[in-house]
Antibody, heavy 121, light 107 residues
Framework: EVQLQQSGAELVKPGASVKLSCKTS????????MSWLKQMPGQNIEWIGN????????GYNQKFKGKATLTVDKSSSTAYMDLSSLTSEDSAVYFC??????????????WGQGASVTVSS | DIQMTQSPASLSASLEEIVTITCKAS??????LSWYQQKPGKSPQLLIY???SLADGVPSRFSGSRSGTQYSLKISRPQVDDSGIYYC?????????FGAGTKLELK
């Protein structure tokens, strides 16, 4: 069974950074992408970027360049996202989602449970 | 960026109806379109990929179609468990973009 287990909720101060994790199991990590997404309360879902598990190659939404940094640790089949210089606009739920190309198009076919980030002094 | 205009924003339907949700892309996306269902407090789940293909384990009452640059998700004879928010996603070009969502309530 494919599983994506995200790290827990974070309460961080403005200006600080936070590192979220997404530990995977049940599939070959290096054969898939991992996307990260942002969902603010009651709002749309935004794609932050993705990273390929095989070689760590990344693609970012221009809106999040400089804000988010994606990395992977193949040895533990875990993906990470660093968020820097946090403001209240970064308060949201962040999801990781497995990205697969074997469907034809890029499809996010398995998702983590989400991690809440609250930025507050 | 490709804009995905999703409608309606919300709808209430009975269990005997056929529910249709649409997404119109701001340009051609070559059927690189998937649909997701999200329940409160949960992560989105894949329903349809490549515009018309049913994801594993998804009931056959869900179906997808295309007419020009407009894509549709249809739910035939929805069940109470189908309540939630539905999103379309284009993955034709980055940044991948979602529709604004449709909140479905079953009555």
């Amino acid at each position: 069974e494919v599983q994506l287990q995200q790290s827990g909720a974070e309460l961080v101060k403005p200006g600080a950074s936070v590192k979220l994790s997404c530990k995977t199991s049940g599939y070959t990590f290096s054969n898939y992408y991992m996307s990260w997404l942002k969902q603010m309360p009651g709002q749309n879902i935004e794609w932050i970027g993705n990273i390929y598990g095989g070689n760590g190659g990344t693609g970012y939404n221009q809106k999040f360049k400089g804000k988010a940094t994606l990395t992977v640790d193949k040895s533990s089949s875990t993906a990470y996202m660093d968020l820097s210089s946090l403001t209240s606009e970064d308060s949201a739920v962040y999801f990781c989602a497995r990205g697969a190309l074997n469907y034809g198009s890029y499809v996010m076919d398995a998702w983590g449970q989400g991690a809440s980030v609250t930025v507050s002094s | 960026d490709i804009q995905m205009t999703q409608s309606p924003a919300s709808l209430s339907a009975s269990l005997e109806e056929i529910v249709t949700i649409t997404c119109k892309a701001s340009q051609g996306i070559d059927d690189y379109l998937s649909w997701y269902q999200q329940k409160p407090g949960k992560s989105p789940q894949l329903l349809i990929y490549d515009a018309t293909s049913l994801a594993d384990g998804v009931p056959s009452r869900f179906s997808g179609s295309r007419s020009g640059t407009q894509y549709s998700l249809k739910i035939s004879r929805p069940q109470v468990d189908d309540s939630g928010i539905y999103y379309c996603l284009q993955s034709y070009s980055t940044p991948y973009t979602f529709g604004a969502g449709t909140k479905l309530e079953l009555k």
